[in-house]
């Protein structure tokens, strides 16, 4: 048996980011993570994540400041690069920019926005197709999502976490409100608090561990992912999202695309229902024909052949907020519904101070908030 101040479970994006966030702040950690650090059956590799700063709601716009200036010192700090800024665009019947530019106007926080004409956006972005309004804000890019856990875990270590992979969390035993025993194999770590941030793992792993927390429903579900070089790659392209039919979105691959210049596309808002064992990286043909109709109808400067592919997994809520919130010494971290990323260096300093106790949970993202077995909210956040 040996002691911490907090366990996190899982090193995705959130757990990671949550013992880099502790241990720079002094805190004695202890993280397990099931697999190999960096492995693919979840939500957090890959080279590309849209970092961007639209949502039609306060909170997250809020959060996107703060993220944006965590990002600065996070890179400062370790001396890596894993945000490339590239500008970000929406548009599409469906995704209403005058009508988020409205919003935007409106609010305290100032996102730097334009709005500008199909006709114009044609000229600025060659080789995508638009059909009305278009909104273009600077403060957006590309995040490394690999890069970004290693970098969390190699500071976290720095900072002395103890790091244990190919460790799976069986069994936690709680004393009280103010410690648990967490098992793992031939570990047991006594600790204050447990971050539980088990990713697509959670809706098996809480209600099995007889911890009696109830979630909100979430579903998880598996999104596929396709690699398009670009046909004359001068201009750098923008992040994208774009909903007709159906919810696209789009973004510079990194180096998942290959050596060439490529642009990684991929459905938002529709994906088969799985479990994180069920899918193990199999990919299906339709969703491939989908995304390479859209392909050839809107982005005519990518090859219409992809050069890479890959799966990785959602965890849905209904309303598409996250997941931060305590009951006695265990925190759930779940912010997925597919936005996450953007937000993953605030995210470990959020979750952390909810595990030290120094924080009250956002209601917004409670356990048990108000209607959450309902719909998504008309101002709902938004992918990417
Ligand atoms: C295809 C795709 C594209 C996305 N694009 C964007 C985007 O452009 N912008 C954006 O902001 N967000 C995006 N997201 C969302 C973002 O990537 C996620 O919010 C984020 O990766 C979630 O990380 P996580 O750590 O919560 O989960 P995960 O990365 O899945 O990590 C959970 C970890 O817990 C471990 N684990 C589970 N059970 C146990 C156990 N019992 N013991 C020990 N360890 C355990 C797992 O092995 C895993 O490593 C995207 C997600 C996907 C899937």
Redesign the pocket.
Known sequence: MTDAEVVV???????ASTAWALARDGVSVVL????RFG?T????HGSS??FRRIYRDPLYLRMTAQAQRMWTDLQDESGTSLLQWTGGIDHGRMRDPEGIAAFLAEQPEKVPHELVSAREAEDRWPGMCFTGPVLFHPDAGTID?DATVTTFLTEAGRHGTRLLPET??ERIDVHGDTAVTVH?GEESVRAHSVVL?????MPD?LPASGLGIDLPPMQVTQ?H?FHFPRREPGTTWPVVVHKEDMQV?ALPSGSDGGPRPAVKV?QHDAGPVTTPGASAGGLDPSWRDRILDYVRAWMPGLEDVPVADAT???TTTADEDFVLDRRGPVVVA???S?????FAPLLGQLVGDLARGRRRPEPQFALDRPGRTTGPRASAPVP?
């Open positions: 479970v899982g090193a995705g994006l959130t757990g397990f993570e099931a697999h492995h059956l979840g939500s957090s994540r849209i999502a799976p969390v793992a941030a088990n990713g697509p793992w792993f999104q992912v979105f991929a990785c997994l959602y779940s912010p997925c597919g936005h996450g990323a953007k990417g």
